[in-house]
Every structure is written in structure tokens, then in C-alpha cells.
T-cell receptor
């Protein structure tokens, strides 16, 4: 299995500011994903982080609001830009192993509160 | 649109009792169906995985069943413990894809 860490684990931010969330994996992985989990809701895929190229965004999510970087096979960042209270959620990083196992492993999540 | 519906939304049981959580899905065909446990403030952790041809899968006190004809799955928890208090999420994976469809989860509270 893959061990995933996220920083920060939680944060409280002011409206209009931006927050960058880091995701670090202990082994090389092929796929890295970013999810959002709003209160009482299921996980929603924001985007797939592609190494060395632009992320692939799902419908309803745009790069200007959620810029993503993935400089190598073990690290990715998600920025939540120009935040509003509606962005208050848990943001989760997940990965698929280098050898396809049909398993996504999830990070511990970053709990974001926007005031 | 692919959907995964879970019931009940929440459940409170006494420590030591058994319970069963339900999952109905529309994803068809599918690659696999997983049950995840998500503790408060943590990421989901996989409990069981079943492919289309499997009917049941156990992991300790957790037993998942799958009826592909009726597109239903259940997660049975035996002899519940306080540490079982968490959200349980049913997730269905599309074939040859990284696409996952998540249920909203069932929030289980085990009380002394």
C-alpha cells in the first residue's frame, strides 16, 4: 500500500485568500487525484494531477480556481484560490500505485474552513 | 448518470450488536465495488473489495455481500466496537477506468 501525507491537516482562512495543500507519497505512483468532500456529501473528483503537464479537470472545476502542480511521481499540490465560505470542505489526495492494482489510496485529508 | 445510494444515512447501535449497511448502485458494468471506512478527520480506508463475480468478502468482523443482478451490496458488522464509529462509504469503479462513483456514506455511531 501507499502511505500518503497531506499538509496542512487543517486550516482556517479568510475570504479572498488562497491556500496551497501539499500531498506527498512514500513511493512512486502513476496517478494522483484531488477530491473535495463537502459536509454531508460524497467525495467529488476535482482533477487528475498529471506529471509534467496540466491537470485534467472534472466538469465544474477550473484551473484558475484550483491550480494543481505535480513536479514528480511522489508529490502534488492543490491551491484553492480566492476562497469563499463555499470552499469550506475536506480536500483529499489519492493515488494509484505504479503497478495497477485497481486500488485508490487516500490521504488523511485537509480540513479547510473559510470565514 | 452513475449513482450509488446508501442507507441508512445514519445509525446508532449498542456496543456488541450487529448491523447491516446497504448500498444500491446503477453503475453497470463495473470493475469492482469497495466499502471504505472513514474515521472523522481522516481519509477513507478500504475494508473490502469485490469484483462482479464475487458474492461475499470478509475482513475480520466486516462482511460484504454483492448481488450483481439486483445491483445491491451490503456491509455487515459483527459484534460492534466503539472504534467502529465512523462513516462507511460504498464506492463503485467503472471498468478500465480510474473513475469512481461514491455513495454519501452511512454514519455509524456505536455507543456503550
Amino acid at each position: 500500500s501507499a502511505v500518503i501525507s497531506q499538509k496542512p491537516s487543517r486550516d482556517i482562512c479568510q475570504r479572498g485568500t488562497s491556500l496551497t495543500i501539499q500531498c506527498q507519497v512514500d513511493s512512486q505512483v502513476t496517478m494522483m487525484f484531488w477530491y473535495r468532500q463537502q459536509p454531508g456529501q460524497s467525495l467529488t473528483l476535482i482533477a487528475t494531477a498529471n506529471q509534467g503537464s496540466e491537470a485534467t479537470y472534472e466538469s465544474g472545476f477550473v484551473i484558475d480556481k484550483f491550480p494543481i502542480s505535480r513536479p514528480n511521481l511522489t508529490f502534488s499540490t492543490l491551491t484553492v484560490s480566492n476562497m469563499s465560505p463555499e470552499d469550506s470542505s475536506i480536500y483529499l489526495c489519492s493515488v494509484e500505485a505504479l503497478i495497477r492494482t485497481d486500488t485508490q489510496y487516500f490521504g488523511p485529508g485537509t480540513r479547510l474552513t473559510v470565514l | 448518470k452513475n449513482q450509488v445510494e446508501q442507507s441508512p444515512q445514519s445509525l446508532i447501535i449498542l456496543e456488541g450488536k450487529n448491523c447491516t449497511l446497504q448500498c444500491n448502485y446503477t453503475v453497470s458494468p463495473f470493475s469492482n465495488l469497495r466499502w471504505y471506512k472513514q474515521d472523522t478527520g481522516r481519509g477513507p480506508v478500504s475494508l473490502t473489495i469485490m469484483t462482479f463475480s464475487e458474492n461475499t468478502k470478509s475482513n475480520g468482523r466486516y462482511t460484504a455481500t454483492l448481488d450483481a443482478d439486483t445491483k445491491q451490496s451490503s456491509l455487515h458488522i459483527t459484534a460492534s466496537q466503539l472504534s467502529d464509529s465512523a462513516s462507511y462509504i460504498c464506492v463503485v469503479r467503472a471498468p478500465r477506468s480510474y473513475q469512481l462513483t461514491f455513495g454519501k456514506g452511512t454514519k455509524l455511531s456505536v455507543i456503550p
